[in-house]
């Protein structure tokens, strides 16, 4: 009896469940079903619900120039990413492992500088890299994203290294370990996972990214929220094409989260508690 | 309260794992952990350090979607509007490429808002990302003045066919600054009346060919339907988009942005007039929609027979399909005190100061703008996709008379008759039909257009949005009082 | 020479500071600079677009400030989109995290689909809502909304602020599920099955048990969520561009307005440093909270 009254119960929660969860991954499974539609079918009324798929949009979308696009996202997220995990993990060896003096002022700061808006530094920024020639170009970019996610880098990062056990150091130290050989062998193999976690967080976070990308680039180091941008057209129907392009803009990180699921989680859930 | 510091926070963390001591050399500790936390360590290390150099390499060689081309060819780069004459361009790209293969052209495409600001900013900050744009009537003559963009006369006179006096002269003279050439015209615009005919003559209406507006609200009206909406206006606020109708909509009801003392007149009777008027209009007849409508969703919306009318750019006629291409008539811009109200617009191909590839960037604009050009865009893609409203001799094309016969005549007649200088009934101390030509327009045209943007969803009252706006343009007009 | 105790000492800490200096250094110019470089134009009176127009003002861009509304509606447009979003996503977020952590068939599926609305980028995401999803003329919603009568609702134009909540809640509520998940599934499950055997019913084990154990989750997801969610840009500039009117202009997007749309440097610049000074003030009541959080955990 309990048994059946359990499994009923458990088929009317999964049931909600999926209708849940179907309701909030319905714009994007309609979003990839727009773009696999012709451009009148994308734009009838009423919608077209049932139709035959075809991949015409999205042969038109790859016809354009899109390779340089995603290119230059790619480096820029990369690019930004190396740069954060290479000046964050030190940094955030720094604030757990051997407690520099004024810890908490250098973390604090650290965190604000995340609250900030960027948009206020927005000008200066533009008339600095006008005159340093780094306008359209993409290390501006990679310099920008690093700004912005080197401190929650570093606080990711800093929540990782609490985790080691202290003793690890203690007995890496007796073992006579230098600073750089504690680093190596102590640290980040430990670490990995938590190095991992941060990568994706900034990756995402990089990739799609829009207001510098806008305003920073034109041309050569245009990234793919512009490419996606430039499908908005003036002429005629172009939701298809805008929702094939989408799909495509959003694919990396899309498969990037899903195949990292659990790093993800543990780097979004890091400094909770623990 | 003092316990809530930093120093604890720090502590507690080694604190915490106090607790976890167990086993005292790292030989212990290794043994504990997961596999994976060790062993890929070093693989993943590596496999980083690959994707590094790979991607430096992609970045280094020849670079993402730049620089290219042969030695001794120059790149210049565009900025272009995302306008359906502009992808023809782009289409003919090879044509101009293959016969001058030392210049190579990029071009960047931008929607209208965001190639405006991305230009602008380049301009004004002299960033010299761009080598030629698209710009329009409203810039031209501000730039010239702050000297930002190149004088063309020398060059236009080193071509001898390019014949300058083609240029129609209402467009000519909207891109000059003190008789000069700052920039020539890709094409030009004025604004008519698009309507079906099949669909008002099936409620017994025929449009005159110079109506009124109070006609052209009768038969939306009674055009309207739930399925069919009697008249397509742009609601999408921004000033070159909402506020160009709107705008011809004032002037011809006699209203004005400034009087000749620049004091802001935007509470006078005319404005109310005109602004409730082309809510109402919306609100009865218009488009569901509306407060999202701009030139391409009005344009979508009657190729597929959703509305029967619409009043927008004259070029948009040449982007009509199917039963709206074959069942539009056209009219001129619907009018009220004025004999003629549709406005004046064109997009021109301009140099900016700071380009240092001037010449190639010339060479461009010379092919882009020339009678040959205006040929090859009608044998290769079709006559309906001529860039209108250039050259006076584009419409002495026969072929092009052909394809473009219905709205061609009112196009031409209506760049005529719209002047910059005079197109409202009270006299002004600014030129634009539809627009004020002053820098600060910009801003001023997009908050005003926003707050009448309002409006037209229903959240707030006329009054009070000319109220708004009045204050914001009194501020503008401030500056310009006593100069 | 033997080294002193003080150089072995002060030796000691400089390599403690070592490591921390470039990521320190870094962020320090690359946020300050900008920030010195903003309050210095902000005394200026600079429009890009007349030139010639670099002037010193003192401090009149900041009295502007004072009586224009346009930086009191942007404040209030930024607290009333972070209190939404944030309030509706987290209740949403510890819904969907308990229904996902029950005995539901398929767990992982679910949540894979769950976190998608994240991961896609933004400006593709308020593209699609406002394009295909909202559009009165061709979009779905307002055909589902037909049996109803509301098909001809102009959703963003009506409701723009509702719209952008909707739309950002609809992001971070899986943001807000995994945080809130991991949590529950660090329960003990020992503890649960004593209170079922105590006779607590299931509200009794939410109030009781779960929710002090998941408070300080939510607590992280909110903070983390609200750094974001308060410069929102993206959504607003594809959804509404900040209108109608300013109903949608958060302090970012006025920022951008007055910066790129009316060119008028020294009053964004002004706006720039009256924004992070109340950053500034805010963050710190955020982060005292935050380290609250340690402190209640290391309490247990």
């Known amino acids: ?274 | 309260m003092s316990t809530l510091s930093f120093d604890n926070v720090v502590n507690q963390g080694l604190a915490l794992y106090e607790f976890r001591k167990g086993g005292r050399s790292m030989t212990d500790y290794k043994l504990r952990l997961p596999v994976g936390g060790l062993v890929n360590a070093r693989s993943t290390a590596m496999a980083v350090l690959g994707l590094v150099v790979a991607l430096v390499g992609a970045a280094c060689s020849g670079g993402a979607g730049g620089g290219g081309g042969t030695a001794g060819s120059t790149t210049i780069t565009m900025a272009a509007v995302d306008n359906p004459q502009m992808e023809d361009l782009a289409k003919l790209l090879p044509n101009f490429e293959s016969a001058h293969s030392n210049i190579h052209v990029n071009i960047v495409t931008l929607p209208e808002d965001q190639l405006r600001q991305q230009v602008t900013t380049d301009v004004a900050a002299k960033s010299g990302r761009f080598d030629l744009f698209t710009e329009g009537t409203y810039e031209v003559p501000i730039w010239a003045k702050n000297g930002w963009i190149v004088d063309l006369t020398p060059y236009i006179a080193k071509d001898a066919s390019y014949d300058p006096g083609d240029l129609i002269p209402g467009i000519k003279g909207a891109l000059s600054y003190k008789g000069d050439l700052y920039a020539v015209p890709f094409y030009g615009e004025s604004s008519m009346l698009m309507y079906r005919k099949d669909l008002l003559s099936a409620k017994g209406i025929t449009m005159p060919d110079h109506p009124t507006w109070d006609q052209v609200a009768a038969a939306a009206n009674a055009v309207n339907s739930s399925s069919v909406s009697g008249i397509c206006l742009r609601g999408l606020p921004g000033w070159g988009e909402q506020l160009a109708p709107l705008d011809t909509v004032v002037n011809t009801f006699g209203g004005r942005w400034f009087d000749q003392s620049w004091n802001a007149q935007l509470t006078s009777p005319a404005w109310h007039d005109a602004l409730s008027f082309y809510v109402n209009l919306l609100k009865s007849a218009g488009e569901p929609g509306a407060g999202n409508a701009g030139f391409t969703e009005c344009l979508n919306a009657y190729n597929s027979g959703k509305v029967a009318m619409w009043y927008d750019a004259t070029v948009g006629a040449s982007n009509f399909t199917g039963t709206a291409a074959t069942n539009s008539g056209y009219a001129y811009a619907p009018t009220k005190l004025t004999p003629y109200s549709g406005w004046l617009w064109s997009w021109a191909l301009g140099i900016p100061s700071t380009s240092t590839k001037k010449d190639a960037a010339w060479t461009f604009i010379d092919w882009a703008t020339s009678k040959d050009y205006i040929k090859l865009v009608g044998t290769k893609l079709g006559w309906s996709h001529v860039p209108p409203g250039t050259r006076t001799s584009t419409y002495a094309l026969s072929d092009y008379q052909a394809a473009a016969g219905g709205f061609a005549q009112v196009t031409l007649d209506s760049i005529a008759h719209a002047d910059v200088m005079h197109s409202t009934v009270d006299p002004v101390p600014y030129i634009g039909v539809q627009y004020v030509d002053i820098p600060e327009f910009q801003q001023l045209g997009d908050q005003v257009s926003q707050e009448f943007a309002k409006v037209i969803a229903g959240n707030e009252s006329v009054d009070q949005a000319l109220q708004k706006a009045n204050a914001l343009a009194a501020a503008v007009g401030k500056a310009y009082q006593g100069s | 020479m033997p080294e002193t105790a003080a150089s072995v000492a002060r030796r000691e800490a400089w390599g403690r500071r070592l490591p921390l200096l470039p990521a320190l250094i870094y962020v320090f110019v690359m946020t300050q600079i900008p920030f010195v470089l903003t309050i210095y134009y902000s005394f200026f009176n600079w429009n890009l677009l007349k030139p010639g127009s670099f002037h010193f003002t003192g401090l009149d861009n900041y009295g502007t400030l004072l009586t224009d509304e346009s930086i009191r509606t942007a404040v209030w447009n930024t607290v009333v989109l972070t209190v939404c979003v944030i309030a509706i996503s987290v209740v949403l977020g510890v819904a969907v995290a308990m229904l996902l952590n029950s005995d539901v068939i398929g767990k992982g599926l679910l949540r894979t689909l769950m976190i998608a609305p994240f991961l896609i980028m933004p400006t593709a995401a308020a593209l699609v809502w406002k394009d295909t999803l909202l559009n009165p003329l061709f979009g779905l919603l307002p055909y589902l909304l037909t049996p109803f009568g509301l098909e001809r609702v102009d959703w963003v134009n009506r409701f723009p602020m509702a719209t952008v909540v909707a739309v950002e809640v609809w992001r971070w509520t899986p943001f807000m599920m995994l945080i809130i998940l991991a949590g529950l599934q660090s329960q003990n499950p020992e503890v649960l099955e004593a209170a079922q055997v105590d006779g607590a019913n299931s509200v009794q084990t939410f109030r009781r048990i779960t929710l002090p154990l998941v408070r300080p989750f939510i607590e992280l997801g909110a903070l983390l969520g609200s750094l974001f969610v308060v410069q929102t840009y993206d959504s607003i500039y594809m959804l509404t561009y900040g209108g109608p009117g300013e109903d949608t202009t958060n302090i970012p997007f006025l920022l951008y307005l007055v910066a790129f749309q009316g060119f008028s440097i020294g009053q964004a610049s002004a706006i720039g440093v009256v924004a992070v000074v109340l950053t500034i003030i805010i963050a710190t009541f955020a982060l005292r909270t935050l380290f609250s959080i340690f402190q209640v955990e290391a309490r247990r």
């Not at chain 1, 469940?17 to 309609?30: E, Q, S």
């Not at chain 1, 035959?52 to 038109?60: A, R, S, Y």
């Not at chain 1, 790619?74 to 492992?97: H, M, R």
């Not at chain 1, 094939?244 to 993800?264: C, D, E, F, N, R």
Request: with cysteine; charged share 10%; hydrophobic share 55%.
């Open chain 1, 1 to 274: 009896m309990a048994t059946m009254a359990r499994n009923r119960s458990r088929i009317l929660w999964s049931a909600v469940g999926w209708l849940v969860v179907f309701v909030f991954f319905f714009p994007v499974l309609w979003m990839w079903l727009e773009g696999l539609k012709t451009e009148p079918q994308a734009a009838s009324s009423p919608p077209t619900i049932f139709f035959v798929p075809t991949l015409t949009e999205f042969q038109t979308v790859l016809s354009g120039d899109f390779p340089p696009f995603f290119i230059n996202s790619a480096i820029a997220s990369i690019g930004s990413t190396l740069l954060v995990v290479v000046l964050g993990l030190p940094a955030a060896y720094a604030l757990a492992i051997r407690p520099v003096p004024k810890s908490r002022d250098v973390l604090f700061f650290f965190i604000s500088t995340r609250f900030l808006p960027f948009a206020a530094s927005l000008v200066p920024l533009y008339l600095l890299a006008r005159d340093l020639q780094l306008l359209d170009n993409i290390f501006a970019l990679i310099l920008i994203y690093t700004t912005i996610n080197l401190p929650l880098g570093v606080w990711l990062l800093r929540s990782f290294l609490l985790e080691i056990p202290h003793d690890l150091f203690e007995a890496a130290r007796v073992d006579g370990a230098g600073f750089f050989n504690e680093l190596y062998r102590v640290v980040i193999p430990l670490i990995t996972p938590g190095i991992a976690a941060t990568c994706l967080i900034c990756l995402i976070f990089s990739w799609n990214e829009f207001f510098y990308a806008v305003n920073f680039t034109s041309s050569v180091a245009a990234t793919a929220p512009i490419f996606l941008v430039s499908f908005i057209s003036g002429r005629g129907l172009f939701y298809a094409k805008l929702a094939a392009a989408a799909t495509l803009a959003s694919l990396p990180v899309l498969m990037a989260g899903w195949i990292a699921q659990k790093q993800l989680i543990r780097g979004l859930t890091m400094g909770a508690v623990k």
